[in-house]
């Protein structure tokens, strides 16, 4: 019912800077919340980056000052602007959004990921 495409991912060195771009296509009556997931080789999965419905984005400490999070409602789209990029930021950054497609409720869907590698 619903797809989420990202674009964006790629290769960069250490202090550049990526953009991030995920559209959510489908059955969408409304979207609850969108934001950016990464995961890095050997640990777990964390939120980068989240924004609610009618809420301010929230980041994780280890990306503030350094990543923005924007979204548009009326295009169902989110974007990570990424700076100042750091070897750490490395991962597969995943886009999520919780969408109702019915009125019988809403469901959490996951893009593919984008690999991310900072490196030089």
């Known amino acids: 019912q619903v797809q989420l495409l990202e674009s964006g991912g790629g290769l960069v060195e250490p202090g550049g800077s990526l953009r991030l771009s995920c559209a959510a296509s489908?059955?969408?009556?409304?979207?609850?919340?969108m934001g950016w997931y990464r995961q890095a080789p050997g640990k777990e999965r964390e939120s980068v980056a989240f924004?609610?419905?009618?809420?301010?984005?929230k980041y994780t400490d280890s990306v503030k000052g350094r990543f923005t999070l924007s979204t548009d409602t009326a295009k169902n789209t989110v974007l990570l602007e990424m700076s100042s990029l750091k070897p750490e930021d490395t991962a597969v950054y995943y886009c999520?959004?919780?969408?109702?497609?019915?009125?019988?409720?809403?469901?959490?869907?996951w893009g593919q990921g984008t690999q991310v590698t900072v490196s030089s």
């Open positions: 999520y959004a919780s969408v109702r497609s019915s009125w019988s409720g809403s469901r959490d869907y």
């Open positions: 489908g059955r969408i009556f409304s979207v609850n919340a």
């Open positions: 924004k609610y419905s009618g809420g301010s984005p």
